[in-house]
């Protein structure tokens, strides 16, 4: 499909690799995760990085994006895709799910990030108060207090939000290890904890977050419980498939990862390393 290559991975009896999605560079701190938690499983990650940010386009177009990336990424033979963007997950999972499945069979299944955070959240926070950093996409969808308050019925739970615009291109440029990005994460993680003393934990509401996570932590009480999304993914992915065997069985397993960017793939090389910890060599796509 599309441009034709032929590097991808060769099925083995209706046998694939988990595909991972993501807008850009962000959702490679979530492979990071997965595959430190699943080793063995053959993974082929997409960043859709020339259409990047999603955060500030319509549900429509959020929609018709990830659909396309959901499509290519089973005609190359996946079986299971978790989609590892907020903003995706919030504004185009429910859609697909829905709407589009039917068309590749009751079998394939595609996830997102935003439930596995909420569930652990919701079980094992001691106040019930929550803080969210996030972009500002992310703030403004309600996609958080939505689901919290969806799947804590049993429990009176509060959701303080705040949105940290600078962050994502502080991270993307290099510039975490600097005196602005210092005053920038202080002042943002300030402006959440003031809105109530109550907050026991804050979810890093953005797969670009883990990268600054130890700056983070140096401006939050030691009590707080700061959560990285990746991690939470990586679990709850791992429960899935053990309940899940016959989706299990479909998932191929040599340690293989293939990286997918619709970006120029030297950028993309140089950038993704600094998010996945380790050299990445990617391949080029064109999705329509």
Not at 65 to 74: H, I, N, P, S
């Amino acid at each position: 499909m599309n441009d034709g290559y032929l590097y991808l991975f060769i099925k083995e009896n209706d046998m694939g690799p988990i595909g991972v999605f993501d807008s850009g560079y962000g959702g490679l701190t979530v492979l990071r995760s997965i595959v430190d938690v699943l080793p063995n499983y053959d993974y082929l990650y997409l960043g859709d990085n020339a259409r990047n940010p999603y955060g500030s386009r319509s549900f429509e177009v959020i929609y018709q994006y990830t659909k396309e990336a959901v499509d290519y990424l089973f005609e190359q033979g996946c079986e299971l895709i978790i989609l590892a963007c907020n903003t995706a997950s919030a504004k185009a999972l429910r859609s697909i799910q829905q709407n589009d499945l039917h068309r590749w069979g009751a079998h394939k299944r595609v996830l997102g990030v935003i439930r596995p955070s909420v569930e652990y959240i919701i079980e094992n926070s001691q106040t019930g108060v929550i803080g969210v950093l996030g972009t500002e996409g992310t703030v403004k969808s309600q996609s958080y207090p939505l689901e919290i308050a969806k799947f804590s019925l049993k429990r009176n739970m509060e959701v303080f939000q705040h949105a940290c615009p600078m962050w994502v291109p502080l991270i993307e440029d290099q510039s975490i290890d600097t005196t602005g990005a210092a005053f920038f994460i202080k002042r943002d993680v300030e402006a959440l904890l003031e809105q109530s003393a109550n907050i026991d934990t804050i979810l890093l509401g953005c797969t670009h977050y883990p990268l600054i996570k130890p700056i983070i932590k140096q401006f939050a009480p030691d009590h707080i419980n700061i959560l990285s999304q990746g991690d939470l993914v990586a679990e709850s992915l791992k429960m899935y498939l053990k309940r899940h065997s016959s989706i299990d069985i479909e998932c191929t397993k040599k340690s293989h990862i293939k990286f997918l960017t619709t970006e120029s793939t030297n950028l993309f090389d140089e950038r993704a390393t600094q998010f996945f910890g380790e050299p990445v060599s990617s391949h080029q796509i064109v999705l329509d």
